[in-house]
């Protein structure tokens, strides 16, 4: 089938499919059949982690749908308690097993725990050595870029970091656009906790677009220019969430300021400068994306 998702073009000149699937806390039979009707539906990018323990069930579901790996746009993560050059490159073998692949589209860091500059410096080799096309961050915030900045040779692609109506980042978006960092967006939907969908001001705005209010709150980050990787393990909405690029389907300016006036500063996860959680996160956590 094909797709009507746009791409946005990464520092490096590799594309990335502005909507994505998320796989975070899907079990092995909901990624089989979430990874397949995405397919189905015209998804050309899937999001993993290693710490999502389901990289083998991404792996297989892709292979059930016959699609050719070309057309796909695959990223994991390396977790907080893999830290050092070894342990990195270890780890990101282990991932490619896991998903049956021979590269990866995208490798980020999960969260900015203490000796991230030594896993960073094993993705450039690994870039270098063309098994990632490209390579990035996830969760950090402006000083966590400049710190990498210091050892770096290569500037991060990608950060995907947790944003919503009610969690806009608005500097932080700033900054990323500034130093042509892409901007991806997890828990674009504001999770469970936080009812974005719920607002009235959006659903007042999905009634004057016909469209639900997931559409719209989705719509907004699309035209904020983010990349988008929403989470369902239901068929109708996993094909409802890439239905933003009718030609009519335009939030205008007003509406766009209505949302902006929703940002309320409320996280859905952590706060990547919480030290405490960056030393327990070798635990498992459900919290955290």
Same mark, same amino acid.
């Given at each position: 089938m094909a797709t009507n998702i746009p791409y946005i073009e990464l520092t490096n000149g590799v594309t990335i499919p502005q909507v994505g699937l998320g796989v975070f806390q899907m079990s092995d039979d909901e990624v089989l059949n979430s990874v397949k009707w995405a397919i189905e539906s015209g998804y050309r990018h899937i999001d993993t982690a290693s710490f999502y323990d389901n990289e083998e069930a991404v792996g297989k579901a892709i292979k059930t749908t016959g699609i050719d790996r070309k057309y796909l746009f695959i990223t994991t993560k390396v977790w907080n308690d893999v830290r050092g050059y070894d342990e990195t490159i270890a780890q990101f073998n282990k991932s490619l097993k896991k998903l049956d692949m021979d590269y990866l589209d995208l490798y980020l860091i999960h969260w900015p725990a203490p000796g991230f500059e030594e896993n960073w410096r094993a993705m450039e080799d690994l870039y270098k050595q063309g098994k990632i096309k490209a390579i990035g961050v996830s969760n950090f915030k402006a000083h966590h870029i400049e710190q990498l900045m210091k050892t770096a040779t290569i500037a991060p692609m990608v950060d995907q970091i947790e944003?919503?109506?009610?969690? =806009?980042?608005?500097? *932080? @978006?700033?900054? *990323? +656009?500034? @130093?042509?960092?892409?901007?991806? !967006?997890?828990?674009? *939907? /504001? /999770? /469970?906790?936080? +009812? %974005?969908?719920?607002?009235? %001001?959006? +659903? =007042?705005?999905?009634?004057?677009?016909?469209? !639900?209010?997931? =559409? %719209? %709150? *989705?719509?907004?980050?699309? =035209?904020? /220019?983010?990349?988008?990787?929403?989470? !369902?393990?239901h068929e109708n909405r996993i094909k409802e969430n890439i239905q933003l690029f009718d030609y009519h389907f335009n939030l205008t300016p007003e509406e766009m300021e209505q949302i902006s006036q929703l940002d309320s500063n409320k996280r859905v996860g952590s706060d990547p400068d919480d030290t405490e959680f960056l030393k327990k996160s070798s635990t498992y956590s459900t919290q955290n994306h």
């Open positions: 944003t919503h109506p009610y969690f =806009q980042e608005n500097e *932080l @978006h700033k900054y *990323l +656009k500034d @130093h042509h960092i892409a901007h991806e !967006s997890w828990s674009p *939907l /504001g /999770g /469970g906790v936080n +009812k %974005v969908i719920a607002d009235p %001001v959006i +659903k =007042q705005i999905a009634e004057n677009h016909q469209k !639900s209010p997931a =559409q %719209v %709150v *989705l719509r907004w980050h699309i =035209q904020r /220019g983010e990349i988008i990787i929403p989470k !369902s393990i």
